[in-house]
């Protein structure tokens, strides 16, 4: 799709932002470049138990962080955004401390301290289902 630069409004201020859980389901993080793609319908991903809620918590807080780093990367003087990026990187990395201590790693050179569970297979395979 083609388009010009300046048809793009540019978020000025926070209230602009979806909540996290909005941003992640629409794939947006921001409430003025959202653009629904045909007749699709978001839907809430819901987690059965506490290690799925973590998962999808990290996969949130992800997905909130490289949005908002993309954001910054052309408004780098947006100190707004700036902190709420640094208050969900600190989020993602309690949730990811919290999920490798009880279930494994998510990520081999996690695992330099002998626990060694990167061979069991990985959260988002059909046997957490």
Known sequence: MLFE?????????????FDINTGFELGNMY???YSSYKKYEP?????KNEREMLFLNILKLSFAINDLNLYLDIHPDDEKTYELFK?????YQQCLTEY???????????DIYGKYTWYKGFPW????V
């Open 125 to 128: 395979e059909d046997k957490y």
């Open 87 to 91: 208050k969900y990187c600190v989020l």
């Open 100 to 110: 490798e201590s009880k279930y494994q790693v998510l990520e081999l050179f996690h």
């Open 43 to 47: 839907r809430e991903i819901k987690a």
């Open 31 to 33: 409430e003025c470049l």
């Open 5 to 17: 630069f300046s048809e793009i409004k540019v978020p000025d201020k926070k209230s602009d932002l």
